[in-house]
Each structure stands twice: as C-alpha cells, then as structure tokens.
C-alpha cells in the first residue's frame, strides 16, 4: 500500500542524495555519536522503510537523519547545508530537546513539534516508532516499558488525525496493539 503522499519514481538524484545521508550519518556517529545503541542501523531502517512506503525523497532523507541532531555533533546549520530546509524542518521537529531531563515531558515536547511541524514529520516520527517497536518488550525496566506505552498511545492519538490512513501509521497501530495491551 502506498502513501497518500506524491510520490515520484525513483531517480538516479534520489539514490546519491539517500547515499550522502546514510554516509554523512555513518561518519557523524562514528567521530562524535553519544548514544550506545546502534543508531547508524536504526536510522538506515528508518530510511528504507520510508522508502519502501514511497514517500518523498525529502522525507526519506529525514528518515535516514532523523536522530543525527541528537545523538551527534551534527549542527543544524551543517544539516541545512548538506540536505537543505524541508530535511533540517523535519529531522529538527522529530529531534528531542536535551534541556528536557524529564522523559515523558521531554517525550510530550517532542509530540508537540512533530504535530505542529505537520504530516512529513509525523510520517518521520511513525517510521521511528515502527522500526523501535520490537525492542520495545525489551526494555531494560518495568517503569521504562510503561513509558514506552505511554509515548506510543499519545503519539497514534495525535498522529492519528492527520496520518492515520498513511500505510506507515496503519502498520504501526496495528504491529503495536500487542505491546499496548500489556498491563
């Protein structure tokens, strides 16, 4: 099933832009990446799933930068620079601010940019989640797996008015119920 979104054929132009992104990502969080999980693999994930899905290139790039802001040394400018505005908008809503030390707090601030930031970021965000999922049972801790829950119930709330016929957020209500219906 494809997305509701334009989509074009895949071109030559899309293919070097998606390699630039998984190489600039792959050297960001190979010289200054912060997190120990392996993210270079998760946001290659991200990206093909999109992809897959036939999302816009814009969006796609998004996918395979979505944690880059976060987990590297990667500024925003360098971002617009090598991937422009629309990818920076994008990677910028889904990205959480650090400032936050409060998880679920920091969570609901990040839900409320990627509702603001509109249906590419939303797109983003479900795509994350999906590639996630499965690890979600397996969080280290009983209060982190609540958490997970929590997050993944007010994102399909908020996501669902705007998205909620993407095939990207139909897999994920779907692929979710399981993990939801946990007590």
Not at 96 to 104: E, H, K, Y
Request: no cysteine.
């Amino acid at each position: 099933m494809r997305s509701q979104f334009q989509t074009r054929p895949l071109t030559v132009k899309g293919d070097f832009i998606f390699d630039h992104a998984i190489t600039f990502l792959a050297v960001a969080m190979a010289t200054s990446g912060r997190n120990p999980k392996p993210v270079v693999l998760h946001s290659v994930r991200t990206g093909l799933l999109l992809l897959e899905l036939g999302y816009p290139d814009e969006v796609v790039t998004a996918g395979f930068l979505h944690d880059i802001l976060e987990d590297s040394s990667v500024t925003a400018s360098k971002l617009r620079t090598e991937f422009g505005p629309e990818v920076l908008r994008i990677v910028r809503a889904v990205s959480d601010n650090a400032g936050i030390s409060d998880r679920l707090a920091r969570s609901r601030e990040t839900l409320k940019r990627i509702v603001s930031a509109g249906k590419k970021a939303m797109v983003v965000a479900a795509a994350d989640r999906l590639v996630n999922l499965p690890f979600f049972s397996q969080a280290a801790s009983p209060t982190l797996e609540t958490y997970l829950r929590i997050k993944t119930r007010e994102f399909l709330t908020a996501s669902r008015p705007l998205i909620g016929k993407e095939p990207v957020w139909k897999s994920l209500a779907r692929k979710s119920r399981r993990f939801l219906e946990k007590t």
